[in-house]
């Protein structure tokens, strides 16, 4: 499951993600993991795939491993590199990690 990130909500009680159809308010104690992923999307039609990075954050509810992953919110216009959207989810990564230090 993959999700937008619309909000810009993280703080040490709770994190708050919105995507197109769901909205999720987890508390910031709960997140287990967070990793960046590469997806390569084009792949069968052309040699250079676009590449898109993905913060996907896990938890334990109810006994299993639920995981989604956000795509930090694009604000400037312009040429988006792989470059740019590997830095935009490492920004985003990092300060998921910095509030779950202050927890």
Same mark, same amino acid.
């Given at each position: ?8 909500? /993280?703080? %040490? ?13 987890? +508390? =910031? ?19 250079n ?5 993905? /913060?996907? %954050? ?13 795509? +930090? =919110? ?8 792989s ?8 920004g ?7 509030? /779950?230090?202050?927890?």
């Amino acid at each position: 499951m993959f999700s937008f990130q619309a909000n810009d909500r /993280v703080d %040490v009680a709770r994190s708050v993600w919105q995507g197109n159809k769901n909205c999720w308010d987890i +508390p =910031t104690a709960a997140l287990t993991t967070c990793r960046i992923e590469e997806a390569k999307v084009g792949t069968e039609g052309t040699e250079n795939p676009d590449r898109r990075y993905y /913060v996907v %954050v896990s938890l334990n509810y109810e006994g299993e491993t639920w995981e989604a992953g956000m795509v +930090p =919110t694009r604000t400037n216009l312009g040429n988006d590199t792989s470059d740019l959207k590997y830095a935009r989810a490492q920004g985003l990564l990092q300060k998921i990690s910095e509030v /779950v230090e202050q927890g």
